[in-house]
């Protein structure tokens, strides 16, 4: 019932920053809890950040706290991903997903966009 959007992906030095987007469609933003996967080649979907319906409460995966920050816009049907201090190893595809519930596994999402394409050279 919601489409979701990614973009803002692509080649960056390490070191460097990147700022995903999600956008959605369809049911009412902040009717979802939001979160960012990422997968590389060869390995299984990881949990990257999730937030909650208004935005009061942030979940991180402990290889990305205090680097990346994720943030919504409910008004803009949006959700961010910011990362700072990228390294080789966040090369991945990042991929936007929304819950009906407090949600910080693959399998408990609903929705999933299409995935955008992050690269971090040495």
């Known amino acids: 019932q919601v489409q979701l959007a990614e973009s803002g992906g692509g080649l960056v030095q390490a070191g460097g920053s990147l700022t995903l987007s999600c956008a959605a469609s369809g049911r009412t933003f902040s009717s979802y809890f939001m979160g960012w996967f990422r997968q590389a080649p060869g390995k299984e979907r990881e949990f990257v950040a999730a937030?909650?319906?208004?935005?009061?409460?942030?979940y991180y995966a402990d290889s990305v706290k205090g680097r990346f920050t994720i943030s919504r816009d409910n008004a803009k049907k949006t959700v961010y991903l910011r990362m700072n201090i990228l390294k080789p190893e966040d090369t991945a595809v990042y991929y936007c997903a929304a819950s009906y519930k407090v949600a910080r596994t693959s399998g408990e999402y609903d929705y999933w966009g299409q995935g955008t394409q992050v690269t971090v050279s040495s």
């Open positions: 937030i909650s319906w208004g935005g009061g409460n942030t």
